[in-house]
């Protein structure tokens, strides 16, 4: 076993044995011993993906209140969050700023920022491996601690807003050799009740974006029905047709309201996409070589929760290679949206990743609005790659 092996077992196993709110101490004790870092931090990403804040660690190991906020908006960690290459520049005291991304399978979780007298490729190397350990330890011990939680909010949030947030898968962007996704959900003034889903088995990426009907609470609540019971049926085995009758069912059980979605089943090996379209907006289609994007013609069948004989219908659509598919709310196209072409700007982000394409998407409609929606803005963006790898 190579030694960088036993270092980063033994960075994984202090790190285990740390209290979960303090595996960055851990990471920066043992940047310290290993090359003598002088200054560690990690700053990690707010909820709106507008800002990155800082968490420093102190000589003695202590982490520090994460107080000082940064715009991330053509700062030097945006460049390096978008292209996720290190970056290593003078420190203008004859040492040296390593900057790391700390990423996920494809979610950007923040960067890790050090000081060093000293750095070759070997070391930068070694940080780089630190900096991907880190992002797994953090994914673990954020199920332990609010931590992380506590310090992506820049604002203050209110009880719709917290309920909505905790609904949401807990990374909005993911990657595997047939796919990359990701997901962004801007909240209006006044919560709107969206919501995104994903999740990955053997052969089968599940997706799911949904809009409850009203605002504040008595959407959020109703939107905790409609992800209840898609989960709860998903989590049995069920395709999309069974999930939107127990979204159905529920709604109807409980007599809370209305809520569009659209469900989508889509087999690994062949990209065969099955899905259900229950009231809701078509998505976009990129397809490689088409000059712009298009609109995908569903069968609509009625929103979850109306008392009506009909039935819902799967429906089946074939992903190709180089297909861009762009799930949409209502809020990305009413009101001041509507003033946002965004077929053209799908078009335009093309070369852009999934993650980056999203944010793009999503500012243009807030800047639209001037900053203040009247409803949630959420857009779900698939890559398919194809079955036969990355591209």
Known sequence: MESRDLELGELLAAAESAPPGESVGVVAHDLRKRFGAERVSFLFVDLMGQRLLRLSVHDEGGTADAAEQIDLQGSVYDAILRSQRQHVEPDGQGGCRVISPVTNRGDCIGVLEITLQYADDAVLEQISAAAHALAYIIVTDRRFTDLYHTGRRTTRTSLAAEIQHQLLPSSSCCEAPQFTLAAGLVPADDIGGDTYDY??????LHLSITDAMGHDTDSAL??????GALRGARRTGC???HQARRAHEALLAHGRGLATGQLFCVRLETGTCELVNAGHPWPLRLREGAAEAEEVELTVNLPFGVASPTSYRLQELQLHAGD???????GMLDRGAAA???????R????MHPREAVRTLTTAVLDACRGNLKDDATVLLLDWHGTTGPR
């Open 199 to 204: 999740t990955l088995d053997r052969d089968t």
């Open 340 to 346: 946002v072409d965004l077929a053209s700007l799908v």
């Open 324 to 330: 861009r598919l762009v799930l949409l709310t209502d």
């Open 239 to 241: 395709d999309a047709l």
């Open 222 to 227: 109703l939107a905790t029905l409609v992800m």
């Open 348 to 351: 335009d982000t093309r070369a």
